[in-house]
């Protein structure tokens, strides 16, 4: 219900039980502690002169701003995904490739889904913690070999992790960036030299929320 603004009175105006009902009545409704409907409920603008109650969180949960700005809301301490693959993919050579996951260990925001299943999808603006490891069925054997392990928003590279050369079968990375709402970061791999096309064997990606950016 929204608020309705009192208009002015002079002396002798009548005020009719419709005034009280709209003026008294239904102000008071529209506002606190008019609209709690509970225990916990609290109240916030949702446009000017209107109100609506934001209804208690769960436990362990914090107050803050949705994604889109507009609207405070509840939301869990801890944000954030970890997917796993254990299905062996091959890598075709000097092409990036996205890696493609299967398991979803933990998930608290819809980060990923079985409809997209090569991406990690951003919820809210601002910075994370990237981490996981990549295992190959084979590696470089001279300096003139490159694998390399990369996040990916569309085609810009946010964060190359590292260039494998020796003998190393599984590569472990973490590093913190900032990531828009809505955005597709991938986990990519690349590499050159090698006689013939590689298989991934196993791979972990997890996305930490930290907190909003400026």
């Known amino acids: 219900m929204a608020y309705t603004s009192l208009p002015t009175f002079i002396t002798g105006d009548l005020f009719t039980a419709a005034n009280a009902n709209t003026y ?3 102000n008071f409704e529209a506002g606190a502690p008019g609209i709690f409907a509970a225990a916990g ?4 603008a949702t446009a000017a002169d209107t109100g609506a109650a934001l ?5 362990g949960e914090y107050l803050t701003v949705n994604a889109g700005a507009t609207a405070p809301e509840w939301r869990n301490i801890f944000s954030g995904c970890h997917v796993s693959m254990t299905t062996d993919q091959t890598i075709a050579t000097q092409e990036y490739t996205k890696v493609v996951f299967d398991t979803e260990v933990y998930d608290t925001d819809s980060y990923w889904s079985t409809d997209n299943t090569d991406a990690v999808t951003i ?3 601002g910075v994370y913690q990237c981490s996981g490891t990549v295992s190959w069925d084979t590696v470089p054997s001279t300096s003139s070999n490159e694998i390399q392990v990369a996040v990916r928003v569309g085609s810009t590279i946010v964060n ?3 260039t494998l050369k020796g003998y190393t ?3 472990s990375w973490c590093y913190i960036t900032r990531f828009a709402a809505s955005a597709d970061a991938n986990l990519q791999v690349w590499f050159i030299g090698m006689p ?3 298989d991934i064997t196993a791979a972990d990606y997890q996305v930490t929320y930290l907190g909003a950016s400026t």
Do not use: F, H, K
């Not at 409920?41 to 916030?44: K, P, Q, S, T």
């Not at 209804?55 to 436990?59: F, I, M, Q, V």
């Open 123 to 125: 919820p809210i603006d």
């Open 169 to 171: 079968y599984t590569q």
């Open 196 to 198: 013939e096309d590689l």
């Open 24 to 26: 008294w009545r239904d």
């Open 160 to 162: 190359t992790m590292m």
């Open 55 to 59: 209804t208690l969180g769960s436990a």
């Open 41 to 44: 409920d609290l109240v916030y």
